[in-house]
């Protein structure tokens, strides 16, 4: 095995596509397939946004005046229309869109016609509520259809959605609402995640007061946790009920927002990535098709949540655009036990199976066992996403799988779309994304935009501009700029990755101070800030540090103020705050009482030596260190 990783490592190791699985109608040479796509990727792009439907096709491909960019000017367009109607009219109406199974082990199915008459109702719930063209609704639900159909209908009329990841507590969630001027608040009595019940109706009731554009919040009876109703919150059931069904979509303009998605940066305040309509329906629709291989007859299944760019870009709109038949899963990997997955795989005859890697570590370390129950044969394309998987962990899950292509796709929230990733004619190789999608000029280049060359660490970079790239930071273009503008004339990632003789791509991490946990984004700064909010905190500093299984973990350095004295207690008391202020999924790991950190002489906290002295490696240039 030790070999065998080390010549994977190499990149030396190579699965040649295997064309019994392989049936791509569009793609069967990915090299003269990109040559000419990157030759004119406006041509590129408008063939594949001719598949869908316009209300009036645009004038101009591309406006592209560095670094905004416009797609399909004056194009007139509905991003739901597309999802939905454009299929139903199609005959696609009985078609299962979704199969919903919940922790617990109960089913539920909607088909397009029903998806569709779901959405129109919900759309005249929300213009009846006041919300119209360019209003911003939040929403913090679990994974159940309500979600999806609130985005959907948001989308039908033109309102932007900006959804909150359930995992967020309420902190982060008041920061996300304020910052995007939400009217309206769509939640749930609660979701249910490893047995137990997330009650985020509460957790809103404790912010809502503090929102002051918010002037509904509807609520999901769901998790039938007892929920009361105060001044302002509206039934899902009973609006409803009363709903007419007959709502026509609002004619958008291509360029015309479609929600907003906080993610986490370098700075202690999230960013609001900016999508639009029809950029972005292009770019998820043609990947979805492309690298997954979308046929009528798969069953899809994308694991992650509706609250990531995953889930809005692979579980609602890039499937929906395609016609396919979903399932989502509201639960835990590993609840009631570590075969869960595999049984609804084999339930329900998952064809493409799209996971992130520390799910794959999770259930690799419960042993061979679990996948070996199960019956796993409709499996034919297999896909992770989130953070570099290992070479380990990607021929794990590609054996117990029944050796299955398996497609690492890297791409961000800012990207909309995978950038880097096989399709299923390109030969693989484990722990490699592989290369660019067609239409997109990646490279691997030193801080002056030079390439580095093969083998030799790099910033990730995009030279041209995609449809679905983010248009903005919502209210803080300075933001943008900076994707544009650090490295000239290219977009830059903050990712570090090295290429191979091959041309293959191998990402090695994030060369900033966002931390992936277990997939998730989280900022350093935004921990930080968080913690200093405590009482007992004079300042802290927070590093990722390497973990088996979720990647990595979070790691704090804390100096507490003038006669706190450390404890255990104490410890547990931050992991709290923590835990309140932004969400389960930032709870520390490991907890530091410190007197000192290593800051730079403006005052900046030098994140970076810290993790260097924490993992044992070099500290490298310190230069700007003070005394
Ligand atoms: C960051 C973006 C895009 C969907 C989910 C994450 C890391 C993502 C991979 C991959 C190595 C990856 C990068 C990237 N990442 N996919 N296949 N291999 N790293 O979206 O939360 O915006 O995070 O996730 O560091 O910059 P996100």
Same mark, same amino acid.
């Given at each position: 095995m030790t070999e065998l990783l080390e010549r994977l490592s190499s990149g030396d190791e190579v699965y040649k596509p295997d064309n019994a699985t392989m049936s791509v109608a569009t793609v069967k040479d990915y090299e003269s397939v990109y040559r000419e796509s990157v030759k004119d990727p406006q041509k590129f792009w408008s063939d594949r946004a001719k598949e869908l439907d316009w209300f009036k096709p645009w004038d101009k491909v591309l406006d592209w005046n560095y670094p905004w960019a416009k797609w399909f000017v004056n194009g007139k367009f509905n991003i739901c229309h597309n999802a939905l109607d454009r299929h139903v009219k199609n005959g696609l109406g009985g078609k299962i869109a979704f199969y919903w199974v919940g922790e617990q082990g109960d089913k539920k199915q909607i088909t397009y016609s029903q998806l569709l008459t779901e959405v129109r109702k919900f759309s005249n719930v929300l213009k009846k509520l006041g919300v119209g063209k360019g209003d911003k609704v939040t929403v913090y639900m679990p994974r159940i259809f309500q979600q999806i159909i609130t985005l959907l209908a948001c989308a039908r009329i033109g309102a932007v959605h900006s959804v909150v990841y359930s995992g967020f507590s309420s902190g982060a969630l008041k920061e996300r609402i304020v910052a995007a001027g939400s009217k309206v608040i769509v939640t749930a009595d609660g979701g249910f995640y490893k047995g137990k019940i997330t009650e985020l109706k509460k957790i809103a009731d404790e912010i809502k007061g503090e929102c002051p554009t918010v002037e509904h919040v509807v609520v999901v009876r769901h998790a039938n946790s007892f929920t009361e109703f105060t001044r302002g919150d509206l039934d899902w059931d009973e609006l409803m009920r009363e709903a007419k069904d007959d709502c026509e979509c609002e004619v958008m303009d291509s360029e015309d927002p479609l929600f907003i998605l906080y993610t986490s940066g370098t700075t202690g305040k999230p960013k609001g990535v900016l999508h639009v309509q029809g950029g972005y329906a292009v770019g998820v629709?043609?990947?979805?098709?492309?690298? %997954?291989?979308?046929?009528?007859?798969?069953? %899809?299944?994308?694991?992650?949540?509706? /609250?990531?760019?995953? /889930?809005?870009?692979?579980?609602?709109? /890039?499937p929906l655009l395609n016609g396919a038949t979903s399932v989502i899963y509201e639960g835990a990997p590993t609840t009631p036990d570590p075969g869960r997955f595999w049984s609804i795989i084999e339930d329900l005859k998952v064809t493409i199976f799209y996971t992130a890697p520390t799910a794959i570590r999770l259930l690799m370390k419960s042993g061979d066992k679990w996948p070996a129950k199960y019956n796993l044969s409709s499996l034919r394309l297999l896909g992770t996403v989130g953070e570099p998987i290992n070479p380990e962990a990607w021929l794990w899950y590609r054996k117990v799988t029944g050796e299955k292509p398996i497609m690492d796709t890297w791409w961000q929230t800012e990207t909309g779309m995978t950038m880097i990733t096989p399709m299923p004619c390109v030969p693989l190789k484990p722990g490699s994304a592989t290369k660019p999608f067609p239409g997109i000029i990646a490279d691997i280049v030193d801080e002056k935009g030079n390439a580095v060359p093969i083998n030799k660490g790099g910033y990730l970079v995009i030279r041209n501009p995609w449809p679905s790239m983010m248009r903005t930071v919502y209210n803080d273009p300075d933001r943008y700029l900076k994707y544009w503008n650090t490295i000239p004339n290219v977009y830059m990632a903050g990712d570090v990755a090295h290429s191979d003789k091959d041309g293959y791509f191998w990402i090695m991490g994030r060369s900033d101070d966002v931390i992936k946990v277990s997939g998730y984004r989280l900022g350093s700064a935004e921990i930080e800030s968080a913690l200093v909010s405590h009482p007992s905190v004079a300042e802290s500093a927070v590093i990722g540090k390497p973990d088996a299984v979720r990647g990595e973990v979070i790691k704090v350095f804390v100096i507490l103020r003038e006669g706190q004295t450390p404890s255990e207690e104490l410890k547990e008391a931050l992991k709290k705050h923590v835990r309140t202020e932004i969400g389960p999924i930032a709870i520390p790991s490991e907890i530091e009482f410190v007197t000192w950190l290593p800051k730079t002489r403006s005052g900046k906290i030098m994140r970076r030596v810290l993790k260097a002295k924490e993992l044992g490696l070099p500290v490298g240039d310190t230069s700007t260190l003070e005394d």
């Open positions: 629709y043609t990947t979805v098709k492309w690298v %997954f291989d979308m046929k009528q007859e798969d069953v %899809f299944w994308c694991t992650a949540d509706a /609250g990531w760019i995953t /889930g809005h870009s692979y579980i609602v709109y /890039g």
